[in-house]
């Protein structure tokens, strides 16, 4: 993974909170707080519930986009939803993140979707960089 990826990785880990736009089942864009569980193969991992609406939008349309924020800086990653089936991914969650243990339990709750990205592309926008009036450089994840 080159330097610019993993910068952009540890962006979005010392950051509690991201935010992941999704499109509505009614054509509408939705946008909501979410956190990085960990990263897996230098992409990051987030989880969501079947039942829930984002994951209904996210079967139905599977473009997304992160947004993290730090005072005068930012990452926009942009792609598409790699849903992550691997049992041993659900567990790392479960291991990992004690609210979402409390709500599902166990890696085997079938209630439990894993994801992250494929096609990624991130850009990393400093404000305060001498040079911020040019283009942000776009980094390829995954």
Known sequence: ???????????????????????????????????????????????TGTGKAMYQELMANPEIELCVCQQHRWVRLSGRVRWLEDRQVKQNIIERNALVASIYHSADNPLLAAFGFERAEATLVDLTDSVARRAPEVVQLC
């Open 1 to 47: 993974m080159s330097d610019a990826a993993n910068t952009i990785l540890e962006f979005i880990q010392s950051t509690d909170v991201q935010y992941l736009a999704t499109i509505g089942l009614d054509g509408r864009p939705k946008l909501r707080p979410v956190q990085m569980v960990y990263a897996e193969g230098g992409v990051p991992v987030y989880c």
